[in-house]
């Protein structure tokens, strides 16, 4: 066995070494005194991190995702620089259009909220986003898409502050931050069984068990699975989303482009390539299951709707597609802290597809918080208990703006 | 004469990026894939994979056979949106040229 002060004992173990799981174990051992170790069952970038396209935006319906993502884009621009590797971070703006008159006028409240937190976010005439992006189809869009794809906006905001990156070069920082603050990483090691011994938690892995005082799940939407392992229950469930990139174009766009209504998205990273995908109707998942298989349904989908929304696209190559999770809670928001009824089993999950662009800022609160200082609202807000015995979801502050 | 041995021409992946990759402890075809890009532009690998897989079984003093290539992702080839956007079918009035 693995008594404290051994090797085999830590302090904090965190099951998952996606961003959050990294981003948090940098910021902890920033904070200095802790042995830390994260254990993942696959590689880096294996999970939803990377897989993602890569958004960094602040426009949101809740005024705490307006001012989280404040601050997490303020962390993005800097991390560069801070961890010295290139993120290929962009600030081209989120443009998003509206084809209905209900989410024009939901565009307009949270962009009236936006202003309040001191976003510019702005509504924008539709010839103002022609302007941005030239090969805009706003109207009708007879020529590409088929019937049922026309665009017909009636309104648009952009906000030029939010941003791009390209996520992967997010892990390497972080992991090297991690390391080089003493923090142990261990890939290719599944937590197999989580057991209660006296204050501490036993875990058991193929590489051998190790002993921790206090546990973090930051599995993603392989969080419930996780949580069982330790007799608790989560109430997210993971949704499949598919995403493409084609091949690299001369730089010609400068926002991401969102279609409220689709969920479309499309942004062109520094790469060239476009990268976007658009909401498919989701798919029953009674076993809640982690699907990640792609379908040529969603290609056509996105083409229809990239071809109706840009028809000079319409020779672009794609070259490739794959799935991710969004790990979805209840009532859309994400769900932090100490699980109920285990002491000493933390978790940050539900962040239904936003997670990777939260974690810089969300990790830094969540180790001021494991280190004993007050909690930002945040961990009342998204506490774990929210949901009740029946998981019937709160409806107050439910965020709109979920994308994709 | 440039040193530089480029692996993946369309990601301008070298030999030196795929040893440091493999020095940082990124041993396997699918890391090495996220680490330093290659396979991810036009030909996903088609012209890259095997030469990548070789640097990595020398560096890492393993049998090449062992390595398992990184997962392809459809489509198989390129394919034009306008296509896609169509069913499959060719679209009706293509405009190229």
Redesign the interface.
């Given at each position: 066995m693995s008594p404290r002060g051994t090797s085999n004992h830590a302090d904090v173990v965190i099951v998952g070494a996606g961003v959050m799981g990294l981003a948090i174990a940098y910021n902890l051992a920033t904070r200095g005194g802790r042995r830390i170790v994260v254990l993942d069952e696959h590689?880096?970038?294996?999970g939803a991190s990377?897989r993602n396209g890569g958004g960094v935006r602040q426009q949101w319906s809740t005024e705490m995702n307006v001012r989280l993502m404040q601050e997490s884009t303020e962390l993005c621009a800097h991390f560069a620089e801070e961890m010295g590797i290139n993120v290929w971070m962009r600030r081209g703006g989120y443009l998003f259009l509206a084809r209905t008159k209900a989410a024009a006028d939901r565009l307009e409240r949270n962009v009236a909220l936006q202003n309040r937190c001191d976003l510019p976010t702005r509504m924008i005439p539709l010839e103002e986003a022609r302007d941005l992006v030239p090969e805009l189809e706003t109207g009708p869009g007879a020529s590409?898409?088929?019937a049922g794809d026309a665009n017909g906006f009636v309104a648009a905001c952009y906000n030029p502050t939010d941003a791009i990156v390209f996520p992967?070069p997010f892990l390497?920082g972080y992991a090297r931050a991690a390391e080089r603050r003493g923090v142990t990483i261990r890939t290719g090691v599944p937590v197999t069984a989580i057991e209660r011994r006296g204050d501490d938690f036993v875990l058991t892995t193929p590489a051998g068990t190790l002993t921790a005082g206090r546990v973090v799940c930051a599995a993603g939407a392989w969080s419930p699975r996780v949580a069982r392992l330790a007799g608790g229950t989560l109430p997210d469930r993971p949704v499949r989303h598919e995403i493409l990139?084609?091949?690299?174009l001369k730089p010609f766009l400068k926002p991401m482009v969102s279609v409220i209504e689709s969920g479309l998205y499309v942004s062109q990273s520094l790469?060239g390539e476009l990268v976007g995908g658009v909401s498919m109707p989701e798919e029953p998942n009674p076993d809640g299951e982690v699907r990640l298989g792609?379908r040529?349904e969603f290609?056509?989908t996105?083409?229809?709707g990239?071809?109706a929304l840009m028809p000079r696209?319409?020779?672009?190559?794609?070259?490739?597609?794959?799935a991710g999770p969004y790990d979805v809670s209840p009532d859309g928001n994400p769900i932090v802290g100490e699980l109920p009824g285990i002491p000493g089993f933390y978790v940050v999950c539900g962040f239904g597809g936003h997670g990777f662009m939260m974690a810089p800022v969300v990790a830094r609160h969540y180790a001021a918080y494991l280190d004993g200082e007050t909690p930002h609202p945040l961990f009342t807000a998204w506490r774990a208990d929210r949901f009740g015995p029946g998981g019937a979801p709160p409806s107050a502050d439910r965020e709109e703006m979920i994308i994709g | 004469m440039s040193r530089k041995v480029i692996l993946c021409r369309c990601e301008d992946v070298t030999l030196a990026d795929v040893q440091h990759a493999v020095k940082l402890g990124r041993g396997d075809l699918e890391e090495v894939k996220r680490y330093t890009g290659f396979g991810t532009g036009p030909c996903q690998g088609k012209e890259c994979l095997r030469e990548v897989a070789r640097a990595v079984a020398e560096a890492t003093g393993s049998d090449p056979a062992a390595l398992s290539p990184f997962t392809a992702r459809p489509p198989l080839v390129p394919v034009e949106l306008g296509v896609l956007a169509a069913g499959g079918r060719r679209p009706a009035s293509p405009t190229r040229k």
């Amino acid at each position: 066995m693995s008594p404290r002060g051994t090797s085999n004992h830590a302090d904090v173990v965190i099951v998952g070494a996606g961003v959050m799981g990294l981003a948090i174990a940098y910021n902890l051992a920033t904070r200095g005194g802790r042995r830390i170790v994260v254990l993942d069952e696959h590689y880096l970038a294996w999970g939803a991190s990377g897989r993602n396209g890569g958004g960094v935006r602040q426009q949101w319906s809740t005024e705490m995702n307006v001012r989280l993502m404040q601050e997490s884009t303020e962390l993005c621009a800097h991390f560069a620089e801070e961890m010295g590797i290139n993120v290929w971070m962009r600030r081209g703006g989120y443009l998003f259009l509206a084809r209905t008159k209900a989410a024009a006028d939901r565009l307009e409240r949270n962009v009236a909220l936006q202003n309040r937190c001191d976003l510019p976010t702005r509504m924008i005439p539709l010839e103002e986003a022609r302007d941005l992006v030239p090969e805009l189809e706003t109207g009708p869009g007879a020529s590409g898409g088929a019937a049922g794809d026309a665009n017909g906006f009636v309104a648009a905001c952009y906000n030029p502050t939010d941003a791009i990156v390209f996520p992967w070069p997010f892990l390497w920082g972080y992991a090297r931050a991690a390391e080089r603050r003493g923090v142990t990483i261990r890939t290719g090691v599944p937590v197999t069984a989580i057991e209660r011994r006296g204050d501490d938690f036993v875990l058991t892995t193929p590489a051998g068990t190790l002993t921790a005082g206090r546990v973090v799940c930051a599995a993603g939407a392989w969080s419930p699975r996780v949580a069982r392992l330790a007799g608790g229950t989560l109430p997210d469930r993971p949704v499949r989303h598919e995403i493409l990139s084609t091949e690299p174009l001369k730089p010609f766009l400068k926002p991401m482009v969102s279609v409220i209504e689709s969920g479309l998205y499309v942004s062109q990273s520094l790469r060239g390539e476009l990268v976007g995908g658009v909401s498919m109707p989701e798919e029953p998942n009674p076993d809640g299951e982690v699907r990640l298989g792609s379908r040529l349904e969603f290609l056509t989908t996105m083409a229809r709707g990239l071809c109706a929304l840009m028809p000079r696209l319409g020779h672009v190559k794609v070259v490739r597609q794959w799935a991710g999770p969004y790990d979805v809670s209840p009532d859309g928001n994400p769900i932090v802290g100490e699980l109920p009824g285990i002491p000493g089993f933390y978790v940050v999950c539900g962040f239904g597809g936003h997670g990777f662009m939260m974690a810089p800022v969300v990790a830094r609160h969540y180790a001021a918080y494991l280190d004993g200082e007050t909690p930002h609202p945040l961990f009342t807000a998204w506490r774990a208990d929210r949901f009740g015995p029946g998981g019937a979801p709160p409806s107050a502050d439910r965020e709109e703006m979920i994308i994709g | 004469m440039s040193r530089k041995v480029i692996l993946c021409r369309c990601e301008d992946v070298t030999l030196a990026d795929v040893q440091h990759a493999v020095k940082l402890g990124r041993g396997d075809l699918e890391e090495v894939k996220r680490y330093t890009g290659f396979g991810t532009g036009p030909c996903q690998g088609k012209e890259c994979l095997r030469e990548v897989a070789r640097a990595v079984a020398e560096a890492t003093g393993s049998d090449p056979a062992a390595l398992s290539p990184f997962t392809a992702r459809p489509p198989l080839v390129p394919v034009e949106l306008g296509v896609l956007a169509a069913g499959g079918r060719r679209p009706a009035s293509p405009t190229r040229k």
